[in-house]
């Protein structure tokens, strides 16, 4: 599998993700669409990321990781260039939250039950195979989280079953086991799960959880 990750967002997901990839001996470049958060983001991936443009990401990664805001990622994915994401893995770590205040701790999504963000994004690029990941867990365990010994569970789906291998296989190296849920369409009860792992968070300022698939 190729060590070439482009990370395509400069927030804490992104800077999670690099140095988690750089922690696991990936080349990473992250992009972010600001130029003067080069010099910050290059901070704080301690030296070890290329730092670029969403485009240059794009162009690095043979996998690409899409950490932006939700409201921002269909232009984010046009600014790295379509034509850069052909054939590629699309690690699709976004949520549809929409720019409206959560009530009584549950966030509001501008998507609807029957749709997900995933899939508009795979219907922009339909020559890129998006798997959702890293959605439904917060920053602070996206990479090697310690739950005392207890393995969290990433829930993951998309088309394409040898992207999802690819995706598993780091999943696995980032200490996750792994929930398949089909394809894309799949992404309609991923997205959600952010808004179940918020609500300790918004009411009781509980961020501490991971989602664990219980099986038999
Ligand atoms: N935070 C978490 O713990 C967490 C956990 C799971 C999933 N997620 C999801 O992961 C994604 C990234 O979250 P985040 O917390 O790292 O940061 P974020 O603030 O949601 O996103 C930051 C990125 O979005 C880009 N962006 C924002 N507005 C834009 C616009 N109008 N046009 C183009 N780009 C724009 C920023 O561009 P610049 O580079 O130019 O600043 C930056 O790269 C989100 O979809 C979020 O729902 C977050």
């Not at 899939?119 to 990479?143: D, H, I, R, T, W």
């Not at 310690?146 to 999802?164: H, L, R, S, W, Y």
Request: net charge neutral; proline share 4%.
């Amino acid at each position: 599998m190729s060590r070439k990750i482009g990370i395509v967002g400069s927030g804490v997901v992104g800077q999670t993700l690099a140095n988690g990839f750089v922690k696991h001996g990936y080349d990473v470049t992250i992009g972010t669409n600001t130029p003067g958060k080069r010099e910050e983001l290059k901070a704080k991936t301690y030296g070890k990321a290329a730092v670029g443009s969403f485009e240059d990401a794009a162009v690095f990664g043979d996998i690409v990781v899409l950490a932006t805001k939700g409201t921002a990622a269909e232009s984010a994915l046009r600014a790295a260039g379509i034509a850069n994401l052909k054939g590629k893995t699309i690690i699709d770590t976004t949520n549809p939250i929409a720019e409206r205040p959560p009530v009584n701790g549950v966030l509001q999504y501008f998507t609807s039950a029957n749709e997900s963000l995933m899939e508009k994004l795979q219907a922009l690029a339909p020559e890129a195979q998006f798997v959702k990941a890293f959605s439904c867990v917060g920053n602070a365990f996206m990479v090697n989280p310690d739950f005392g010994g207890v393995t969290p569970t990433m829930f993951i789906c998309g088309n394409d079953e040898g992207a999802k291998n690819g995706v598993k296989t780091i999943l696995d190296q980032f200490g996750f086991e792994v929930a398949d849920m089909g394809a894309a369409e799949g992404a309609r009860a991923i997205e959600p799960l952010c808004i179940l792992w918020c609500i300790p968070g918004f009411l009781t300022n509980s961020w501490t959880h991971a989602f664990k698939l219980l099986r038999r």
